[in-house]
């Protein structure tokens, strides 16, 4: 038995390095200064989905993510690690989604993929923690979803077994495919890069990178049909334009506020012994401890 | 109609904390909108419900009871709410930002077509002017949520769409109930015109329920720890003082996310939100996800060696140091001067 996997992955600005000069002087944010990485929680999702292709000969993997033209390397990385193949959607009208909108623009590109066994995402994109895209792409579809995966157990006669973490316990349950998983941080790690794949992959581009590369390899893609990552519009997977992006997102930010804290008046001490002690014995006294 | 609901999470025959503080801050919009509070309930055994919700001011509790509802899955908790929310036509549903509400709120926000905002901390009634348009909305849902890099907060508003979806997690909104003699109605209803059998696909074959093993919820004292502890071996420093002086250990998502300390202990905007008496933070530079679950405390005292941490604007105490040198210290006095 093979399967048709297809993995949800989006490139995040690493909020786990934000740095002193994340945030401008204006207050608003430095993108330039966060380095754009693979969505953690995806990459579990991508090892999961390894995992079946190992068990199940035939299977194969398709990334698929919504960015812009650089979240092309969402899917080289895929491929290095084991997918098969990768389509980026990427149109102006899907910026300013919200999870709706993006739901709305990736089940689309589903539709246009046709074929599918299971969709496989992370948990949730670390820069906006929501956990919403999975289960409303389900939705969309008309599949039901199994959240939180840390172990798919197998797969056999159409069903698939998963073991669920939930914030006070495990959960085993039984599905049946086509449906949604979205994959816990808590699952394994993802394989590294494999260098034979990097090898093979390493000039796969998009219509606009190649573009840009240089005319030297061009020829190189129609020798190398495998090295062409497909690009899509909002015509391209059929999508009406009023539910893309801005216009098809029901939540707006009304207002964004830099926070400024109430600063307390403080007292500042140097580590010395006495003043800790003094400290210490200070909220002995007040009851605070003790 | 047009009323406020919140979906009740019920585990054992026992509303979830969560759904008790959405309660209560639910009854306060309801007040401010002049509408009423209606509570959602589906599971198995319900009997014992009523008795739990009212008195945090329902007007109507919707119970929803057949074996099949319990334990939660997906499909058929949607397929109720979805159907009981086109008929009520609710301004706002909330949820709590659980394992569970974060499965079910985007489902039935996707087949609403209407907006959820996930982890609010803060919510809050207002009007909305939309200048292009020359349109005006009174009474919106404002949902707060610290957002995307640490020093902002966005006010979230859904001006077209009904219901205003939001999920809140566990201890942000306080817990109070009305009256213990608060008089609602119950409407049972016939669970199969809401769900159908093709709902039930997915068969929970074994469940493990644990008591979770960290009580830093209901601690006086908090000693919690960022990535400036340096390692695990640090960490258990902050154990050591825990131990010593009476308290739990917290700590930062981002010593969390370096393995530094397990993720029940983590503590803000995506962890719990705590309000002890004394809140020791030590090597946490203080990000707005990180404060949003610790402003609350009585007393905070910043152990960090950058005089300029932004923590420091908001403690009581202040000790420029390195948590190495300081806590040693700490657990030192205290061990000398009391038995
Ligand atoms: C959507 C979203 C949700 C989030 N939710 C949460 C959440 O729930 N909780 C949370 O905590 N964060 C959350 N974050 C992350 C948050 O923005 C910060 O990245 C995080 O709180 C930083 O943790 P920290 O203070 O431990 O680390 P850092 O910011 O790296 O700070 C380390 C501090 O330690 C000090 N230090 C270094 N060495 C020492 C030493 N030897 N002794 C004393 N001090 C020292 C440094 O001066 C510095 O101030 C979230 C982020 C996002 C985007
Ligand atoms: N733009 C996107 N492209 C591809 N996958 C996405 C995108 N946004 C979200 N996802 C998937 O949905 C999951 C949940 O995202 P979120 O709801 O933003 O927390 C992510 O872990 C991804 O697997």
């Known amino acids: 038995m093979s399967l048709k996997i297809i993995v949800l992955a989006k490139q995040v600005p690493d909020t786990r390095n934000v740095g002193k000069d994340a945030m401008k002087a204006d207050g608003t944010v430095n993108r330039a200064a966060l380095p754009a990485i693979f969505n953690p929680e995806d990459l579990n999702a991508l090892e999961q989905a390894l995992r079946l292709k190992d068990a199940y000969p035939g299977t194969t993997i398709t990334l698929l993510t919504m960015g812009p033209g650089r979240a092309a390397e969402i899917i080289r990385e895929g491929l290095y690690r084991g997918a098969d193949g990768g389509y980026l959607l990427t149109d102006r009208a899907f910026a300013g989604a919200d999870t709706l909108a993006t739901s709305y623009a990736i ?47 197998k797969v056999e006669g159409g069903k698939i077994t998963i073991k669920r973490r939930l914030e006070r316990g495990v959960e085993v349950v039984e599905g049946k495919l086509p449906l949604v998983v979205t994959v816990n941080g808590s699952a394994p790690d993802c394989r590294p890069r494999n260098a034979k794949f990097v090898q093979q992959y390493k000039h796969a581009k ?3 990178e190649k573009q840009e590369a240089d005319a030297d390899y061009l020829n190189l893609y129609d020798s190398r049909p495998y090295l062409n990552l497909t690009e899509w519009s909002v015509a391209d997977v059929d999508a009406d334009v009023k539910l893309c992006g801005l216009s098809g997102s029901p939540t707006k930010v009304k207002k964004i506020e830099n926070v400024i804290f109430q600063a307390k008046e403080n007292m500042t001490l140097e580590p010395t012994d006495e003043a800790i002690d003094t400290l210490m014995r200070e909220l002995i006294l007040n009851h605070t401890i003790g | 109609m047009n009323n406020l609901f919140v979906y009740c999470e ?37 009997e014992g419900i009523g008795a739990q919700v009212f008195p945090y001011g329902v007007d109507a509790l ?44 985007p489902r039935v926000s996707s087949a609403l077509g209407s907006g959820l905002t996930a982890d609010c901390t803060s919510l809050e009634i207002g009007p909305h002017e939309e200048k292009k348009e020359n ?52 409407i049972r209803h016939e669970v199969n015109k809401y769900v159908s059998d093709t709902d039930f696909v997915v068969a929970v074959i074994d469940r493990q329920m644990e008591k979770s093993k960290t009580n830093i919820k209901g601690s006086p004292i908090i000693v919690a720890g960022g990535y400036g502890v340096g390692s695990k071996e640090n960490f258990q420093l902050l154990h050591d003082l825990a131990a010593t002086i009476g308290g739990e250990v917290g700590a930062s998502r981002a010593a969390v996310d370096a ?81």
Do not use: W
């Open chain 1, 107 to 153: 089940s689309m590109a589903i539709r246009q993929i046709k074929e599918y066994d299971l969709i496989i995402c992370g948990r949730q994109a670390i820069d906006g923690d929501t956990a919403q895209v999975g289960p409303q792409v389900a939705e969309k579809l008309g599949l039901t979803q199994i959240t939180y995966a840390e172990e798919i157990q």
């Open chain 1, 206 to 208: 998009t219509i606009t």
């Open chain 2, 10 to 46: 019920i585990e054992d025959g026992q509303v979830a904390d969560v759904s008790l503080e959405l309660l209560t801050k639910g009854r306060g919009l309801a007040n401010t909108l002049g509408c009423k509070l209606e509570a959602v309930a589906a599971g198995h055994n319900l």
């Open chain 2, 62 to 105: 919707h119970l929803f009871d057949d074996a099949r509802l319990a334990p939660y899955t997906s499909l058929p908790h949607t397929s109720v709410l979805v159907k009981l929310f086109e008929e009520e036509k609710p301004q706002i549903a909330l949820m709590g930002a659980t394992s569970i509400g974060r499965d079910l709120g």
């Open chain 2, 135 to 186: 349109k005006v909305y009174e009474n919106l849902l404002y949902q707060i949520r610290p957002a995307f890099g640490g020093n902002i907060v966005a006010t979230i508003i859904n001006p077209e769409c009904r219901p205003q979806m939001a999920t809140v997690r566990e201890g942000v909104m306080k817990k109070e109930i009305v009256s213990a003699d608060y008089k609602g109605e119950v």
């Open chain 2, 259 to 339: 393995g530094y300390s397990e993720h029940e202990r983590q503590i803000g905007q995506t962890g719990v939100t705590v309000r002890p008496k004394l809140y020791i933070a030590c090597g946490i530079s203080g990000q707005i996800q990180h404060i949003a679950g610790m402003q609350e405390s009585s007393i905070i005292i910043s152990v960090n060696n950058d005089p300029n941490a932004p923590i420091n604007t908001i403690a009581d105490y202040v000790i420029t140091g390195t948590v190495e040198e300081v806590l040693p210290k700490m657990i030192k006095y205290y061990k000398k001067n009391t038995k």
